[in-house]
């Protein structure tokens, strides 16, 4: 009954591979995320999803491509790994994208740690 | 360029202290704010949202305080307990934007 679940929870490649991480939530949210938390622990927002449209693309290197199949699922799947791409990547949703002004209370799941040599 | 700055970056303290952990920002305009708790090998889990109106709101131990006019934010953790060692992040929405802290780390030390 996990709110938000993403796999995998860790994920060690080969630079130059090209990696997936998958990510579900049974909340029924509208708005979903991607966050990467580097090794200082700062989150920065990627992406964002609401009712399987983009609205949030920060300054990402086109390598990394979200995937929503539907408001429910958020994949984020990466080109060409880089050695900085190491770090952990946090899907999370929410009710709404403050359609009324007011930001809804963000839900993650557990972090993927990738690991990029 | 809104920006949430808080402080300490790092703090340890005796279990069954309390600490007060700050935050600064400039975004406007103002939406909410909130408070998250990360611990270790997990995602952040919010503690406290407050809207411009509100001053202070309690969740258990955690008391968060806000002063929209000098744009500060405190969360004051009371009788502390090894449990509350996690890093503390604070988040400030820009109607449907949130901006991020980089957070504090708490330690709590028997």
């Known amino acids: 009954d996990t709110a938000v679940s993403q796999t995998p929870k860790y994920l060690v490649t080969q630079m130059g591979n090209d990696k997936s991480i998958k990510c579900e939530q049974n909340?029924?949210?509208?708005?979903m995320y991607w966050y990467k938390q580097d090794s200082k622990k700062f989150l920065k927002i990627m992406f964002s999803?609401?009712?399987?449209?983009?609205?949030i693309n920060e300054t990402v290197p086109n390598r990394f491509s979200p995937k929503s199949p539907d408001k429910a699922h958020l994949n984020l799947h990466i080109n060409s790994l880089e050695l900085g791409d190491s770090a952990v990547y946090f899907c999370?949703?929410?009710?709404?994208?403050?359609?009324?002004?007011?930001?809804?209370?963000?839900?993650f799941g557990e972090g993927s740690r990738l690991t990029v040599l | 360029k809104n920006q949430v700055e808080q402080s300490p970056q790092s703090l340890i303290i005796l279990e069954g202290k309390n600490c007060t952990l700050q935050?600064?920002?400039?975004?406007?305009?103002?939406?909410?704010l909130r408070w998250y708790k990360q611990d270790t090998g997990r995602g952040p889990v919010s503690l406290t949202i407050?809207?411009?109106?509100?001053n202070t709101k309690s969740n258990g131990r955690y008391t968060a305080t806000l002063d929209a006019d000098t744009k500060q934010s405190s969360l004051h953790i009371t009788a502390s307990q090894l449990s509350d060692s996690a890093s503390y992040i604070c988040?400030?929405?820009?109607?449907?934007?949130?901006?991020f802290g980089r957070g504090t780390s708490l330690i709590v030390h028997p």
């Open positions: 999370a949703s929410s009710q709404d994208r403050g359609l009324a002004g007011v930001a809804g209370e963000l839900f």
């Open positions: 909340l029924g949210h509208d708005t």
């Open positions: 999803y609401n009712n399987k449209e983009l609205i």
């Open positions: 935050c600064n920002y400039t975004v406007s305009p103002f939406s909410n």
């Open positions: 407050m809207t411009f109106s509100e």
């Open positions: 988040v400030v929405s820009q109607s449907y934007i949130p901006t």
